[in-house]
């Protein structure tokens, strides 16, 4: 069985944007006996947004205990490579080839799932590049495997164990009263019908009609209390589930769709569904199936016999169609999650649609994941019709050899019509219980495809030293860059290189340099949002991860390239939907972003709405609101990354003025000339290092630079 199970090549879907070779290492390092997830191996060999080249692969490969052998090769020779391997696909992309026929391939795509398709479809994606796996002489089974646990998963939840206790009570006192209804028929066929008195038959008739009018309180009690356990789970497990969410990384978001993370949060609502339905009903019915089987046997040991015989055929059809039920699941979670992505960047991108006329190819985007969906969803519903199907058979043909047995044991007197009767009528409950118990049995194994899901939140490691141990006073606004270096991936570029700097307290610095020469990734680096592969950044001359980030932050106000503006009024973005703010310390940050004359232009002045994002607002008024609001928060350090690149000359020589006089420290990035030249010094990024130069030496080297430009 082992042997069985570790040549079974699986599908390993991607959870990052570019993180397709590194699933399709875990694919094939699981073929041949390591038991890996991609969750640890994205913990060990991090990918960074521009995904993985193909040395990467080869590295990480060595690490595993494999040896790589690159290979080009045309779509003929791929029969004559060890197989599985890893196949270079649409130039962007990496697929594991499972197999190879004259006619058709089959390929493991880790966007995709398991795909099929013909050898001329297959050579249209291939880009002739192949990588072949081999378990080197000293390759020994890995076991990394990230452990998943109900209560990792939820959190810290209330009052549901209490709720689930009183569910059980409800439900084993409903079950009670099912199963004494069918004695009803029993007692009337012999016992009243024999003897012909009315008497017992009213009693019979008015006892059993008291079980009936119990057992719908009770139901209704039951349905009473799992509702509220369920509303109750949800709004818990969701606030616990997005609050870690907020405690991540920054590159955890930058590496994923928005309907990837949307979708996790799809599939915390299936499992709880899942749990405060199917799981209470499953115990239900377990419980059931216990009691009948033991009446059953009490009856006869020989038509039981029968009725586990069709319980075990059913559960061995349910058993052999296991995982072709979890890999439909897994393919349409997957197109789920793409296509809402692709409604979430449309809508996003709807006027850049517009103006390149491509609203029909976006439509054909949308539709074709629908459709991928669509397919997905139809499957898995052949699937269900199908075991309803073999449900009926098994269970049909069940029934009408026990009544044929039963009759024939009737006729022999080994069994009253009474009992006949009865015998059939558990042995159908039996039949729908048991049925009903493997369902939900299988729903709740599958319930793993949404564990995995939601364990890409609730299991990612929360942002480090957000908390530190600093308790002295505050420390001086002064930042110190000590030999900082830093770079995306292990194979990337450095981005920047020993790397030192020196900000006092109260000065205003320019950060400037050529386009992707690292000045965004040097303020995320100030901020602590990325974190240095080597050196320290301090504040005061402490370092800011003694310091903490929560409490380093606050020191900060700051305005991004890509900063947002969040539904509500314009006065609640400034204040940062702060429940104590006064509007006079609204006002004072708007004058000083030099937006508060065109809030009071506006219908509703500060009350007026920003729209989706800031839809409603200018880029200009929408830079000035994002500096309003990193101005209310009255900062000791200022950050600016191109936070006046929407306005004109003159509107920023007076922001540039207004702040000039505030008593904090200014940091700030930009390309405008005037920007630059109204700081007191100028650090400029050149080859990863930072070179710190005056005003007037700035000012003379662009002169120099403009005119060798316009000779």
């Not at 993370?261 to 199917?278: A, D, E, H, K």
């Not at 900000?503 to 990734?521: D, F, H, L, R």
Request: net charge neutral; aromatic share 6%.
């Amino acid at each position: 069985m082992r042997r069985a199970d570790r040549q079974r090549l699986p599908v390993v879907q991607q959870n990052e944007i570019a993180e397709c070779g590194l699933a399709c290492l875990v694919m094939v390092a699981r073929y041949h006996g390591h038991d890996i997830d991609l969750a640890s191996m994205r913990r060990r060999f991090p990918i960074s947004l521009k995904g993985a080249g193909l040395s990467r692969l080869i590295a990480i490969a060595g690490t595993l205990g494999f040896q790589a052998r690159p290979l080009r090769a045309e779509v003929a020779h791929l029969r004559e490579i060890a197989l599985p391997c890893i196949l270079h696909w649409d130039l962007n992309h990496f697929v594991v080839l499972k197999e190879i026929g004259r006619e058709r391939a089959t390929v493991h795509d880790p966007a995709r799932g398991e795909v099929t398709m013909s050898l001329a479809e297959f050579g249209r994606h291939f880009t002739g590049i192949a990588l072949e796996l081999a378990p080197a002489a000293d390759f020994e089974p890995l076991r990394e495997r990230q452990r998943i646990s109900l209560s990792s998963l939820i959190g810290r939840v209330t009052g549901v164990r209490r709720a689930l206790a009183q569910v059980l009570m409800l439900a084993v006192a409903l079950e009670v009263l099912t199963l004494a209804l069918p004695l009803s028929m029993q007692w009337v066929v012999d016992d009243v019908l024999v003897s012909a008195d009315l008497g017992l038959l009213s009693l019979i008739g008015i006892g059993f009609l008291a079980i009936v009018v119990l057992q719908s309180a009770i139901a209704a009690m039951r349905g009473w209390v799992v509702a509220g356990i369920g509303a109750s789970l949800n709004a818990q497990w969701l606030a616990n589930l997005f609050g870690h969410l907020l405690r991540l990384p920054l590159d955890y978001f930058e590496k994923r769709s928005v309907g990837g993370v949307l979708s996790r949060f799809l599939s915390l609502q299936t499992v709880q569904q899942t749990l405060t339905g199917s799981f209470v009903e499953a115990v239900l019915d377990g419980l059931t199936v216990s009691l009948v089987l033991i009446l059953l046997l009490l009856y006869s040991p020989l038509l039981t016999a029968l009725v586990l015989a069709a319980f075990a055929a059913y559960a061995l059809l349910r058993w052999l169609a296991y995982r072709k039920l979890w890999s439909l699941k897994e393919e349409q979670l997957t197109y789920v999650a793409r296509q809402q992505s692709q409604l979430i960047e449309s809508i996003h991108g709807v006027q850049t649609i517009k103006l390149a006329n491509q609203q029909a190819q976006r439509r054909a985007r949308v539709a074709n994941a629908t459709v991928e969906v669509a397919n997905r969803e139809a499957a898995i519903g052949r699937v269900a019709a199908l075991f309803g199907g073999l449900s009926r058979l098994v269970f049909g043909a069940q029934r009408v050899l026990l009544i044929w047995i039963a009759a024939w044991m009737t006729l022999r007197g080994q069994f009253s019509a009474g009992m006949l009767v009865v015998f059939v009528t558990y042995a159908d409950l039996f039949a729908t219980r048991t049925s009903s118990l493997i369902d939900k049995f299988v729903d709740l194994r599958l319930l793993g495809l949404h564990g995995m899901r939601i364990a890409d939140i609730a299991l990612e490691p929360p942002e480090p030293h957000v908390t530190g141990q600093y308790a002295g006073p505050a420390p001086a606004p002064t930042l110190q860059v000590d030999g900082v270096s830093f770079r995306y991936a292990e194979d990337e570029p450095w981005i920047l290189r020993d790397c030192s700097l020196r900000i006092e307290a109260g000065e205003s610095v320019a950060i400037v340099g050529p386009s992707g020469c690292g000045k965004t990734t040097l303020a995320k680096l100030l901020l602590g949002l990325l974190h240095p592969a080597h050196g320290r950044i301090g504040i005061g001359g402490v370092d800011i991860r003694h310091y903490g980030l929560g409490n380093y932050r606050a020191r900060f106000g700051t305005v991004m390239q890509d900063d947002a503006l969040f539904a509500g009024s314009i006065a609640e973005n400034i204040c940062g939907f702060d429940a104590d703010a006064t509007q006079e310390a609204i006002e004072t940050a708007a004058r000083a972003a030099q937006i508060h004359d065109d809030i009071l232009r506006m219908p509703m002045g500060y009350e007026s709405l920003v729209g989706d994002m800031g839809s409603t607002l200018s880029g200009g008024q929408k830079q000035r609101v994002l500096l309003a609001r990193a101005l209310y928060r009255q900062p000791a350090i200022l950050l600016l990354d191109e936070a006046t690149s929407h306005l004109d000359v003159a509107r920023e020589r007076a922001i540039n003025d207004c702040i000039a006089g505030l008593a904090m420290t200014r940091i700030v990035i930009a390309h405008r000339p005037e920007t630059i030249l109204n700081a007191d010094r100028i650090i400029e990024l050149r080859e990863g290092a930072a070179i710190a130069r005056s005003v007037d030496e700035y000012a003379r080297a662009s002169k120099t630079e403009r005119a060798g430009h316009h000779d």
